[in-house]
């Protein structure tokens, strides 16, 4: 190959690259219920957070934060879809956090929190 | 250890950084030695000693491999098991961890296999082979391919492809230096440089492919390449392959020159392999930031507009004044709690804990302190590079001009963190655990190391020439720690708008840091135009700085 051809197969290859990108990324919350500050009706109520990646549900964890800011450890429901943390839990009127740390399947953890108010019936 | 699981994630990044150079270095190792050095053992008069170099060198960068593999899969089965109550077996069970001691297994059983007595025949050439595959296919494993919704097995096949691009190319330039500098004779070079600018377009041509088909599926829109943090650092990572290119291109020419009996500089060859490296490994640690920020693709919401970078970033000029301490939403939070805490006759908590995960408050004169901050030192850095740049003109007194880098760090270690010692409530080593901080802390110590190094050379109190590469070495490796560098903000829109200033920094400090490598170690008009360039480039970081906007 002459090195006029190489130049050219080089600047073909430079304007392919300029979408050019490695793949690695965190699990990101897409969908929640409660919503961050939403609100939800007082007794047993399902808990739902959704992300962008698999994740490890069984290596993931929940932790809900009461009105008097005890902290509570909720159990995560194994049988859910692989993007989603499910729980539950019997909530009584107040302000609430719900605190989440997410592994996901790639090893990347994440966490974050999310503020709810529970109202009564 | 809840705590330090924010600090914990950013040495992940860090250690995910080195796995790659590691990984990269080893499997490219593996390929000189079998497609390159092997098949031309009887053709090259000091082949002998050559292979063993090249073996060595992949023995330790195999053992690089498993110390980072181990720090990097230990910390992340630390943090995981303390913070959700595993046992540690159970945490090993995780596809990460198990990925992890795959890649350990097959980097110590390299080492034997490249040994000499095992060097001879196709077992020795299969073997390294095999467990390289193994590696790499293990190694796809704890990228995002695997936690994608869809499309997994031909995203694990594409990331595969990737990263072998990265190892043929770039993971093989210290074993092409090492040959380049062993070998004597004009012959040799010619083979080794023809045979490598090969395989080199076999690594481009991966990377160039692979990323064509990872753009499509984790970026997706033209929007998702400018409009999100993802976008703005794969954008990095190609102005730094485009470097690559360039210098590739300018070794091509010489390797042609050689392969057509011409005189060719094998000097410019090695210097130019060296810059390689340099900026291989940068974009090594940019893709391993890109740990940190979801594909741009999943960002739907909170993307950033063209109009909205173009109102950012218009003109205006500095601040030069700060606003005062009290102001900062951060102090009056803490004088609220103060006040109420009084009022209950109690210790007063910490408006922020660092480490929690908890962001800071921020309000309008939070953002004008930030602002300050940036425009001084984008002053000092303008100063600092004009100095230079009248230093390399001839003007000999300036040379003491390294010395404004220690004001600089002075200035930026008070003023960086003003919720911290000296200035706020936290205490100095409690505020370790707040990535920011660290950060910040870390370039300070970096600015303080490199400009004593380098006013000692330019004084001559440092004699020795491998004390002048200290300057060239660290401004790169600042550059690259700054593309890791992210600002606790929980705006994302925010965050993207300052990322995109720091981005263009983080690459004119590489830019800076090896242009003065040039300088150093490239005789002739090269190393010459070298010189001029790293103290623009230094210029340029000043009047970037001087644009920064937060609001």
């Not at chain 2, 400018?226 to 070794?251: E, R």
Request: hydrophobic fraction near 50%.
């Amino acid at each position: 190959m002459s090195l006029r051809h190489r130049f050219a197969s080089t600047v073909v290859g430079v304007a392919c690259a300029l979408a050019s990108v490695a793949a690695s990324a965190h699990a990101i919350l897409i969908d929640s219920t409660p919503k961050p500050n939403g609100t939800l009706s007082a007794g047993h109520v399902q808990m739902m957070f959704k992300y962008n990646s698999k994740i490890d549900q069984h290596r993931s964890r929940i932790t809900l934060i009461g009105p008097d800011k005890r902290e509570k450890v909720l159990a995560i429901a194994t049988d859910s879809k692989s993007n989603e943390l499910d729980t539950t839990a019997d909530l009584t009127p107040g302000t609430y956090t719900l605190r989440w740390q997410a592994l996901a399947l790639d090893g990347h953890i994440t966490r974050g929190d999310l503020p709810f108010t529970v109202v009564g019936k | 250890m809840e705590l330090l699981v924010d600090i914990f994630g950013y040495l992940s990044i860090i250690l995910h950084g080195i796995t790659i150079v590691a990984q990269s270095m080893t499997l490219g190792g593996i390929l000189f030695l079998v497609f390159l050095v092997r098949p031309f053992m009887h053709m090259l008069p000091q082949s002998g000693d050559l292979e063993r170099r090249i073996a060595r060198l992949t023995i330790w960068s195999a053992i690089g491999l498993i110390v980072a593999e181990v720090a990097g899969v230990g910390l992340q089965v630390a943090v995981v098991s303390s913070t959700v109550d595993l046992s540690f077996f159970d945490v090993m069970q995780a596809p990460f961890a198990i990925a992890g001691t795959v890649k350990t297994f097959c980097a110590l059983c390299l080492i034997p296999c490249l040994s000499r007595r095992m060097s001879i025949g196709l077992p020795g050439a299969l073997l390294p082979l095999l467990l390289g595959v193994i590696e790499l296919t293990a190694a796809t494993f704890t990228t995002h391919a695997y936690a994608r919704l869809d499309h997994n097995m031909l995203l694990l096949f594409v990331e595969g492809l990737h990263q072998f691009g990265a190892a043929i190319w770039i993971g093989a330039i210290p074993c092409f230096v090492v040959a380049l500098s062993k070998l004597q004779d004009v012959n040799g070079w010619r083979m080794v440089g023809a045979r490598f600018s090969r395989m080199s377009m076999v690594g481009v041509a991966s990377i160039v492919v692979s990323g064509a088909v990872m753009s499509v599926f984790y970026i997706g829109s033209l929007q998702g390449f400018y409009g999100t943090a993802y976008g703005v650092m794969v954008g990095a990572k190609i102005a730094m392959f485009l470097a690559l290119l360039a210098l590739g291109l300018g070794n091509l020419m010489v390797t042609e020159r050689l392969r057509k009996n011409q005189d060719a500089s094998v000097i410019r060859l090695r210097r130019f392999a060296e810059v390689e490296i340099g900026v291989g490994f940068t974009i090594f640690f940019a893709a391993a930031s890109l740990t940190s920020v979801p594909p741009a693709v999943d960002l739907t919401a909170d993307r950033v507009t063209l109009h909205e970078i173009a109102v950012r970033n218009a003109p205006a000029w500095p601040r030069l004044t700060s606003p005062d301490h009290d102001e900062l939403a951060i102090s009056q939070a803490q004088a609220q709690l103060d006040h109420e805490a009084a009022q209950r006759h109690q210790d007063a908590a910490l408006a922020v804990v660092p480490g929690s995960g908890v962001l800071p408050p921020r309000n309008a004169e939070d953002i004008a302190w930030s602002e300050y901050n940036h425009h001084w030192a984008g002053i000092f850095v303008l100063v600092i590079g004009l100095l230079a740049l009248l230093n390399r003109a001839g003007i000999r007194w300036l040379k003491h001009w390294p010395l404004l880098f220690l004001l600089m760090a002075g200035f930026l270690l008070v003023r960086s963190d003003p919720e911290v010692w000296p200035l706020g409530q936290e205490g100095f080593w409690a505020a370790w655990r707040d990535v920011e901080v660290a950060q910040h802390r870390f370039f300070v110590a970096l600015i303080v190391l490199f400009g004593l190094f380098e006013w000692a050379v330019r004084t001559e109190r440092l004699r020795s020439p491998k004390a002048a590469l200290v300057f060239p070495l660290l401004v790169s490796v600042g550059g690259a720690m700054l593309l890791t560098h992210s600002h606790q903000i929980s705006n994302v829109k925010d965050q993207l708008l300052i990322e995109l200033t720091h981005t263009p920094l983080a690459l004119a400090g590489v830019a800076a840091g090896w242009a003065r490598w040039l300088e150093l170690r490239l005789p002739g008009r090269g190393g010459r135009i070298a010189g001029w360039v790293w103290p623009i480039c230094f210029m340029l970081v000043g009047v970037i700085l001087l644009w920064y906007r937060e609001a």
